[in-house]
């Protein structure tokens, strides 16, 4: 059901053009420690389970600060990359869910996006043990009418109840951008 984003090209320009504009966002506010403007150091990262959208994609937004003695380097914000994980975000958000839903198509999926079970359960417990402690989450609980049980299934559900399926997916990854904590 949602395997068709993880390998398109489309999508991934768009979440790729987001994180251009996520990125001018961090070089505008300058270096977090000294306040010194920052200078261009992007870098090439090496996702796993992308098959050829590696390349065109995979650009990390980079900044260093651009005075002596300080050269403090900042990440840029991106729903592309979590930190350091070593899989694109919405492969392991989507994946996730496709999980939960015990979509019979999950070992082609697998197979396809080169995800390995050892990643995959890890994954599942991040959902299930650590998602729901989150400040984040707490905080957005109250914000809704409905129990969510499943992660992240059942609240990309409930998201999709607003928007469309890709704004939904979009959304949640913006969401989880914002959540400064490890995946
Ligand atoms: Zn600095």
């Not at 768009?14 to 966002?25: G, I, V």
């Not at 070089?27 to 306040?35: H, L, N, P, S, T």
């Not at 082609?108 to 729901?132: A, C, G, H, Y």
């Amino acid at each position: 059901m949602y395997h068709k984003y993880l390998s398109s090209k489309n999508f991934f320009e768009f979440l790729y053009k987001t994180d251009q504009d996520l990125a001018k966002k961090t070089k505008e506010k300058g270096c977090r420690i000294c306040g010194s403007k920052v200078h261009v150091a992007n870098y090439m990262r090496k996702p796993r389970g992308v098959g050829d959208l590696a390349d065109d994609f995979s650009l990390c937004f980079s900044f260093c600060c651009s005075r002596d003695g300080c050269r403090k380097r900042a990440l840029a914000q991106s729903i592309r990359f979590f930190g350091r994980a070593v899989y694109w975000g919405v492969h392991m958000v989507l994946i996730s869910a496709m999980l939960n839903g015990r979509s019979p198509e999950l070992k082609k999926i697998m197979s396809e996006f080169n995800v390995d079970i050892k990643t995959l359960k890890r994954w599942r417990q991040w959902w299930k043990d650590f998602f729901p402690t989150t400040k984040f989450w707490k905080k957005l609980k109250g914000e809704l009418y409905e129990e969510v049980e499943l992660f992240p299934q059942g609240f990309l559900m409930i998201l999709q109840k607003y928007n469309s399926e890709n704004d939904a997916i979009i959304k949640l990854l913006h969401l989880l951008n914002g959540l400064k904590e490890p995946i």
